[in-house]
């Protein structure tokens, strides 16, 4: 296939890329750009179109290139020569011209693009800064404040926001071909002019110090920790404040700084890890998958509401079933008010609220659910029940439909044994709130038909969720491995810690919560009535849960009674830390013979993070997850773990699995082996001196 090719229409020369999926400017496209700039400087055309085929202009530089030995001609040499074209080059865009992509177009000296493109610099969600001239590019077309906003966020904007900022010189209806040769004719017969942005002054609203050192300042606390915003804000004011060759050259060191970096390999990682996820490995691609209609959903409570919303808000209707009248209107209730906050914030209107809710119908009585294609079980977390309901759903269902439970522990494959059709019983688990988390965990049962299998993996696409497989387990992948995490710190808690020591040193790693702040918001009232269910054998250790239940005992079930691990300024909502939960803790330890101490904030660091990787490992060892990356997947999207760490599986790896397992065994010797057994995959890694990822592409 030619990726690239070049012809002459009149006296308009084509450049049409053709490189699937996305256009990515791997060595081969930048070098058949290349020798089609060249060529073209010496044929009858008078002016030069660049233009894509496929589903998209380039989509960017080719991530997969990146940490390589870099090959020639390098983004940043092409676009010189692009620029520096005798003859003018317009570049037509559809689909999302992106990174590199926009960058290739800013370096043309024209851009038209149809109204349905998008145009952005999403590099910083990759821990860089746009590497081939953007920095210095976008703020002398549009400003210094909107080249921050920009390329700072990384979020791509319409063609009619990159028209009204100057990105572009026009908007396109219709045929993309046809519209950018008449552009080319206008050009031509305005003479030609060459457009060279890097010619164009700075405007200099917005250059005061002032300005720079506020706008840092909101970085950093919206980017806690990462270090690619800052850098792309040096950049800037380097295009303000320099000449476009000094500035390109200081572009290109940061870039290069950034490249190098832990945090972009982590979210390099993070955006193949992403894309990953959804592929079940040893099914067969591409088979016909049936379209999944209308959806039940049984119980309006937390989760149902939310589950609903995701289905409705992609035009797929949903029936409601609860209990009784009062139940489903207190369902639809909540679900209202979830809407309600959406539009007050401006992110929805009144009307498409209204058209979203009125996709749901509710219900109390199971033949309703009869033509479902999906039904979705979010009953109370009680084995029992959830047997009763999927019995019923056994009855009245039509042959094929999907019926899944929503259960956070419970073994789906008793679940699926209470029907005569396992084979379409699978986990789907949402997380709280199920309409904000990208997250969807699938769980495939025993007997769950690949089929089954394949259709949820593109529900979950359909409904914009990042879906992961997990197989039967307590808790999945993420609680089964929150619970040890959850034990560590409430053991950090008994022997010497403050709820404050543990969620600041794990704040300052990067978890948008600390794991005490959580179980306040989440209510310790789930974790005690988990526990009720279980054993005194499965509830283990009571050192690993006696604070929570001393906590709940006093009616401290957290934010929503105002007080848990912390108290809540009733009108701030603000955390604020309580010397009760100080002596409750004391009179614990007390109670148990742990002598408190202080705990190092390392320590507490390695302790949390430790636990979380070793369950892990554990998880890798028994095929519950299909690989490490998935894991990462889990804790980014469903649990606030910094993507700029890479996920627990990816930073084991960056901190090297041999400390990882010592450390492991140091805490067996020191806080009993009964919480620190290493895993066996660890310890076979260590011997064998392997990374977890090469363990995973071997
Ligand atoms: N490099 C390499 N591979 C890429 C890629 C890129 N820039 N962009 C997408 N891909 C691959 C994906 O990994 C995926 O591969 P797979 O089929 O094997 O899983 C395939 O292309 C399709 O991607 P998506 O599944 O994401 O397809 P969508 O249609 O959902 O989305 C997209 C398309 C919006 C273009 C999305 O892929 C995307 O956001 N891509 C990344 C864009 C980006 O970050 N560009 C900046 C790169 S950095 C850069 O340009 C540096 C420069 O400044 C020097
Ligand atoms: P909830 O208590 O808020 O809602 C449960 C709803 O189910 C109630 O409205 C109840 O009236 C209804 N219900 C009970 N029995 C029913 C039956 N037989 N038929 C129809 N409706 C019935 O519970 P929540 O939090 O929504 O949890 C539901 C499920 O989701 C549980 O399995 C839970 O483990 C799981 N889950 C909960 C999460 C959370 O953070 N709350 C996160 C992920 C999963």
């Not at 043309?108 to 969600?125: D, F, I, M, N």
């Not at 034990?487 to 810690?497: I, K, P, V």
């Amino acid at each position: 296939m030619t990726i690239v090719s070049y012809q002459l229409e009149g006296d308009i020369g084509v450049i049409r890329l053709n490189h699937p999926p996305v256009n990515a400017l791997s060595q081969a496209l930048r070098l058949g750009i290349l020798d089609a700039v060249t060529q073209a400087q010496n044929d009858a055309s008078l002016a030069l179109i660049l233009i894509c085929e496929g589903r998209t202009f380039i989509a960017g530089a080719d991530i997969s290139e990146f940490g390589k030995q870099p090959v020639y001609p390098s983004l940043p040499e092409l676009l010189d020569l692009v620029e520096a074209s005798q003859k003018p080059i317009i570049a037509a865009i559809h689909g999302t011209a992106l990174g590199g992509g926009l960058e290739t177009a800013l370096a043309c000296h024209y851009r038209c693009a149809l109204s349905t493109a998008q145009v952005g610099l999403p590099e910083v969600k990759l821990g860089l800064l746009p590497g081939a001239g953007g920095t210095q590019r976008v703020p002398r077309l549009a400003g210094v404040k909107a080249a921050l906003d920009l390329i700072t966020t990384g979020t791509p904007i319409t063609a009619a926001k990159a028209l009204s900022m100057g990105l572009i010189d026009k908007v396109i209806e219709g045929n993309l071909l046809t519209a950018a040769l008449d552009f080319a004719k206008e050009v031509i017969a305005q003479g030609a002019v060459l457009k060279r942005v890097r010619d164009l002054d700075v405007d200099k609203e917005n250059s005061s110090a002032e300005f720079f050192v506020e706008f840092r300042e909101k970085l950093s606390k919206r980017f806690r920790g990462q270090e690619a915003p800052q850098r792309i804000v040096e950049c800037i004011e380097a295009a303000l404040n320099k000449p476009f060759n000094e500035g390109i050259k200081i572009e290109r060191t940061l870039f290069v700084e950034c490249m190098q970096s832990p945090q972009s390999a982590s979210l390099r990682h993070m955006f193949f890890a992403e894309r990953m996820s959804s592929k079940i490995k040893g099914l067969p691609k591409g088979s016909q998958l049936k379209d999944i209609k209308r959806v039940g959903i049984i119980g309006g409570g937390t989760m149902g509401g939310g589950i609903a919303m995701n289905f409705v808000n992609v035009g797929i209707p949903v029936t409601l079933l609860e209990i009784n009248d009062e139940a489903l209107q207190r369902g639809k209730d909540i679900i209202a008010k979830n809407y309600a906050m959406t539009v007050n914030k401006g992110k929805l209107t009144t009307e498409l609220a209204a058209q979203r809710q009125a996709l749901i119908t509710g219900t109390t009585d199971y033949n309703d659910l009869a033509e479902m294609d999906l039904v979705i079980e979010a009953v109370f977390e009680n084995l029992d029940i959830k047997k009763q309901v999927f019995a019923k759903l056994d009855k009245v269902c039509k042959q094929g439909t999907i019926l899944a439970s929503n259960t956070s522990y419970q073994d789906v494959n008793l679940i699926a044994e209470s029907t005569s059709r396992p084979q379409d019983v699978i986990g789907l688990h949402f997380f709280s709130p199920a309409n904000v988390m990208k997250l969807l965990e699938i769980i495939r049962c025993d007997k769950t038909s690949d089929k089954v299998l394949e259709v949820s993996m593109a529900i979950a696409k359909t409904i914009k969720k990042v879906p992961v497989l997990s197989r039967v387990s307590y808790g999945f992948i993420g609680n089964r491995m929150l619970r040890q995490y959850a034990r560590e710190a409430q053991l950090c808690l008994l022997e010497g810690s403050t709820p404050q020591d543990i969620d600041t040193v794990m704040q300052s790693f990067g978890m948008a919560m600390g794991p005490l702040a959580v179980a306040d918001l989440a209510g310790i009232d789930i974790g005690y009535k988990a526990r009720e269910g279980l054993t005194d054998e499965e509830k283990g250790d009571a050192r690993t849960y006696c604070i929570a239940d001393a906590l709940y005992e006093m009616g401290r079930l957290g934010q929503k009674t105002g007080a848990g691990y912390y108290k809540y300024d009733p009108e701030t909502r603000q955390r604020i830390a309580d010397p009760v939960v100080l002596e409750v803790i004391k009179a614990q330890a007390k109670n148990k013979g742990v002598k408190r101490k202080k705990i190092d904030d390392v320590t507490i660091l390695e302790r949390l993070t430790f636990a979380l990787i070793n369950e892990g490992f554990k998880i890798l060892e028994e095929g519950i997850a299909q690989r490490p990356s998935d894991i990462d997947v889990v804790y980014v999207f469903g649990y606030g773990f910094p993507a700029y760490r890479g996920g627990p599986m990816f930073y084991a790896d960056t901190i090297g699995l041999e400390k990882v397992y010592q450390t492991i065994c140091e805490f067996g010797s020191r806080y009993g082996e009964a919480f620190w057994q290493p895993a066996k995959l660890l310890k076979q890694l260590v011997a064998e001196e392997k990374t977890l990822s090469q363990w995973a592409n071997s």
